[in-house]
């Protein structure tokens, strides 16, 4: 069977002792770092983006990817404990999680997300599995035409999608676009927008977006804010769940995994609206739904597993089309572009080892986080009082060399400087600087295709209009942004993001 | 008061229409090529000008709608935390690792609301070794430990 084959394949590729030693590295580190509060996913990736430069391709993409899911779980157990979510998706968890520690089942809380996470984490991987090498497959065909079409409906997608108002999504899209092209033009060789300084001919670096953007504006946000911080209680309790309770929450975990399995593979927001569409829906399948917000198992299983469902299919526009389809799998598409591997759908069949080593390393990464971290509790929540100014400090260093290493210079730190204060005006004028950076990194990609597609078309727009497949992804990508901006939908979209 | 009160839809409108504004003048420079063989120009252009119209737009809204929402700026934070990454820069290459780090604890400590000297101290002696230790020594960045000539 082509199943069985491919996934021994991948497990040939990462149960290596060095791909499991990174993929352990990159579930700590990762635990390390979004346990953190206040400090999300896409920041604790981009401080660590660095350290993965050196590995080789498969063995960096494992890394990163288990600092994904160390980082994201990592978050929870701050969300569960303190309240304070690392990023939007773990908002849901300080609903009935954080009301499940007040009463005492700190641990049963932690426990049941971690294993909700495990068993969605599967069930994503498999999903990855089974649908990502037909959409490959499909993909393989495209011309720069329908490449173009195809990452203007996921960009459109995204901002629809995603949190902020439209307006300022789609301005912080463009200029996302406008930073993309900042280096040689591949076709005449002139340096654009440079300004003389040779450091910028080779495009500005993604670490630097990334790092200004959310890592360093992190500590600047947080820095506002007073410092309260307040363990709900100094006992975890017990960590296993008894049998019952399992059994209780199994179905919730079992829809979470679904509705977030399908919903990670949309661009935009996937996660972070898994994780609440997951809550809607178990407090409507509820018995009792006024025992959401009380501590209902349910309500913090449900989101938990949808959310790491859409973690993993938010890999498949990724690895199939190339196109990323959040902040984080930007990441990920930066770390492959820097090993020269280009993402799009000749990933599966030109290296078929890196590709399914990284689908089993994710699920190898989920087992780790309930096998090894859940054990190592007690460090996670002492490291959870650490008081904000001896963290801070020590977080800005290490982006100050990490910036370094990247290419050995300073410019890049004088630049992610210029991206912090860029960044904290972007936080406070409410502008989600998501979409920035995914039009950051697709950029220089959409600007080679349209032109491509200009030439064979003979500079005719219509031209394109007259391929079929071009024609309708164009139409949705119009019909997204339509609907995006009438009254009805975006009440919708306010109510579905009220609570972030 | 190191705070400043705006109306975030004008700013970020401004600051739509100022960036794009500077990307449509810069792009000036290069070749625009025709719809057929675009130059280097063509596509920051277009994308430039979308920018500063949906710059305008917001502009506009801000002006015509009454609930605007107003931005807090603290300045404290950003001055002492990007401070503290510049004296990073500058200090990294004269007089290496240690003593660089050393001084970007001490800036940074300043733009936290409180601060004892003894911590400060404590935590820039052992971040700087740490990073020492970790960076340089076990995972090989090749940056100056300590200041040249010494």
Known sequence: MDFVSNIALGLAVAVTPWNILYCFAGVTLGTLIGILPGIGPLATMAMLLPATYALDPTSALIMLAGIYYGAQYGGSTSAILLRLPGESSAVVATLDGYAMAQKGQAGVALAIAAIGSLIA??????????????????????????????????????????????????????????????????????????????????????????????????????????????????????????????????PAILRGSGLGSLLGILPGGGVTMAAFASYTMEKRVAAQPERFGQGAPEGLAGPESANNAAAQTSFIPLLTLGIPSNGVMAMMMSAMLIHNIQPGPQIISGTPDLFWGLVVSMWIGNLMLVILNLPMIGIWVRLLLVPYRFLFPAILL?????????????????????????????????????????AFIIGPMLEENLRRAMLLARGDFGMLLTRPLTASLLALALILLVMAVLPKIRRTRKVAFQEE | MNRIIVNTDFLSGALFVLLGGGFVLISRNYDLGTAVQMGPGYFPLVLGCCAVLIGLALIVKAIFASDGEHAHFHLRPGFFVLGAMVVFALALRPLGLIVAAALTILVASFAGSERRWWEIALLAAGLSIFGALVFVEALGVPMPIWPRGL
């Open chain 1, 121 to 250: 984490g599967t069930f994503g991987t498999l999903v990855l599995a089974a649908f990502a090498p037909a959409l490959a497959n499909f993909a393989i065909s495209f011309g720069a035409a329908e490449y173009f079409a195809l990452m203007v409906v996921g960009l459109v997608a995204a901002i629809v999608l995603s949190s902020g108002p439209i307006l300022k999504s789609f301005g912080m899209l463009i200029l996302g676009l406008l930073f993309g092209l900042v280096g040689a033009d591949i076709n005449s060789g002139i340096d654009r927008f440079t300004f003389g300084v040779p450091q910028l001919s080779g495009g500005i670096s993604f670490v630097v977006v990334a790092l200004g953007l959310f890592g360093i504006t992190e500590i600047l946000g947080n820095l506002e804010r007073s410092e309260t911080r307040r363990l709900v209680s100094a006992r975890i309790g017990r960590l296993l769940p008894r049998l019952a309770e399992l059994r209780s929450v199994m």
């Open chain 1, 398 to 438: 290490f982006c100050c060399i990490g910036l370094y290493s990247v290419q050995n210079d300073v410019t890049d730190i004088y630049l992610a400087v210029i991206c912090a204060a860029l960044g904290y005006v972007f936080l406070k004028l409410r502008c989600d600087p998501v979409p920035l950076l995914l």
